[in-house]
């Protein structure tokens, strides 16, 4: 085959993981490419809040905070439910603190701890209630990108009533730190920006100054093989096909979350509400079944409640969702199905959460929770921010529902009036006392996190629906991304149904069978996994050198100064 680029190490994707795995493969002296299927770089990742868990990290012990290889570990394993890869797991809590080491010596990225951010089931064995395992990336100036800054996808500016979100670290949003006048100024004028635009704009000032050629606009198709080894990759320009030779390729592609066939085919339930990037259509998944791959995880995505917006949509004519993280926790609301009931515990973390809207009504034959709605008072209303409005700003047409009773709101929702003033009467009965035996709202340590902390545990999160009028907006079954993909090994090779590694050919973040089976270990359990082993395929993917290239090949390992 005639091709049209040569290079060592080939990068699919251009989120947080196959940035890693760039760098990484480049540190260790590969050429390597990213092609980047749409106009901006950085996936789901650059739109994300940033978090990266890693458990036994090296900045926790400054805090003065105890953790171990051992305690991740039995954390992990205590939710794994018998389904987790634990070799896969063991070799993500053994190599994520030394990716952070690396990333911080070798880009120009940092972290520091979010403070006080607990896992998500803290109360578990291993679990750390009082956080240290998230770390949350530095602001970072994008300056220092040049031409490359406004070619990172950005996050929407309206989703924080205070300021645009890209100028605060996700440590200040959620301890609701809003930094003075001067310092928001100082950062404009620096453009410094936090969250997920600063993990992806260090990661790439990492890539760019290692020389690694990245492309926008380029969308891989198809795997080239030379027997069952891969070689190369076709990749669709406009409407001109590319033939890219490597030596490797890494598939870093993102989920299958926007390709309804493959929702269908593979998903243990409705989704109804991605969140995430309307590229992410399983392009990778599709090139590592024609190469043979086994698969793996395929039922299991990172779930979220999401909030459609009426009218509000992307390019394309695609939908945008957005995350319903703070508003189901905060005193004064509760969520309830179709039919007026109550179904989990709001406050519980947003994976957990989400699963719940996928329970089976045999009865009925249906999904009872995949449509639900939050339910909340005047004064919820009149307090807090919601789906990035402000507090009683204008919302559009369709998004709001109120109603001067609660029977009367039932009404404008559908809903059976009795049950949900029943269902209600109920609730307002436990958050005064404070205690939900229905549902345990309240009890972990997680719950009262994203609640409102103005108030004492555990009625950050319990209050009453008292004031008239009363409101609803509609959440539906949502994800952040997929989380099945390609079978891999430690090494993030990619494996044949017979267990053997497809030469050539390595997975990452959600193109690869999650890490973690279908455990969310705490805020940034989706990078966290996904980064170490994209450092793991570029240490690895480095090795694949040209024998013609002249160049040494690299040690089994990334190696730290």
């Known amino acids: 085959m005639e091709f049209d680029l040569d290079t060592d190490v080939l990068v699919l994707g251009s989120g947080a993981c196959g940035l890693t795995a760039a760098v990484a493969a480049a540190d260790a002296g590969a050429r390597v490419v990213v092609l980047e299927r749409s106009d901006a770089i950085g996936g789901t990742s650059a739109v994300s809040g940033g978090i990266v868990w890693v458990p036994n990290n090296h900045l926790a012990p400054a805090l003065g905070i105890a953790d171990s290889r051992e305690q991740a570990l039995a954390y992990l394993e205590s939710l794994s439910l018998g389904v987790m890869d634990m070799e896969l797991a063991t070799a993500f809590v053994d190599r994520a603190p030394e990716m952070v080491r690396f990333l911080e010596a070798r880009t120009p990225l940092r972290f520091h701890i979010a403070e006080n951010y607990p896992d998500y089931h803290p109360e578990r064995p291993g679990g750390l209630a009082g956080g240290g395992r998230s770390l949350d990336p530095d602001m970072f100036s994008f300056a220092q990108l040049g031409e490359w800054a406004g070619r990172i996808r950005q996050a929407r500016t309206d989703l924080h009533p205070q300021a645009p979100i890209q100028r605060f670290t996700l440590t200040e949003g959620l301890e609701k730190r809003v930094p003075p006048a001067e310092v928001l100024a100082a950062r404009a004028s620096r453009d410094e920006r936090g ?137 004064g609301s509760l969520i309830v199905n179709r039919r007026g009931k109550r179904f989990v515990n709001e406050a519980a973390n947003y994976n957990d959460v989400g699963r719940a809207f996928h329970t089976f009504d045999p009865t009925h034959f249906s999904f009872a929770n995949a449509e639900a709605w939050l339910v909340f008072d005047d004064t919820y209303y009149a307090r807090y921010p919601l789906a990035g409005f402000s507090p009683r700003a204008p919302k559009p047409a369709g998004f709001l529902f109120s109603g001067a009773s609660v029977e009367e709101l039932a009404r404008a929702i559908e809903v059976d009036p009795d049950a949900l003033a029943a269902t209600v009467a109920r609730f307002n009965e436990f958050a005064a006392q404070g205690e939900d035996p229905d549902f345990q709202r309240g009890r972990s340590v997680y719950d009262s996190y994203n609640g409102d902390r103005s108030r004492p545990r555990p009625f950050t999160t319990l209050g009453a629906l008292t004031r008239a009028p009363f409101h609803a907006i509609k959440l539906v079954a949502g994800a952040l991304g997929t989380k099945g993909g390609a079978k891999t090994n430690t090494s993030a090779q990619v494996l044949d149904p017979r267990g053997r590694v497809i030469p050539g050919l390595y997975a990452v973040g959600n193109a690869m069978a999650g890490a973690t089976g279908l455990v969310y270990g705490g805020a940034g359990g989706t990078l966290g996994p996904g980064m170490t082993y994209g450092y793991i395929a570029g240490c690895e993917a480095a090795k694949e050198l040209s024998p013609a290239s002249g160049r040494t090949r690299v040690s089994a390992a990334c190696s730290l100064p």
Do not use: H
């Open 195 to 331: 969250l997920g635009e600063a993990l992806v704009g260090a990661l790439l000032r990492g890539c760019l100054d290692r020389g690694v050629d990245v492309r926008l606009g380029v969308r891989a198709r198809e795997l080239v093989r030379a027997g069952r080894a891969v070689v190369g990759v076709r990749a669709e320009q406009g409407e001109r096909d590319v033939l890219v030779r490597a030596r490797a390729v890494v598939l870093a592609t993102g989920g299958f979350e926007w390709n309804a066939e493959l929702v269908r085919a593979f998903l243990r339930g409705p989704l109804i509400g991605p969140a995430s990037p309307p590229e992410l259509e399983g392009d990778g998944l599709l090139m590592a079944m024609e190469a043979g791959a086994q698969l793996a995880n395929m039922s299991e995505a990172w779930w979220m409640p999401t909030i459609p917006i009426p009218g509000d949509g992307v390019a394309g004519g695609k939908p945008l969702y957005r995350l319903c993280l703070a508003e189901r926790t905060l005193p």
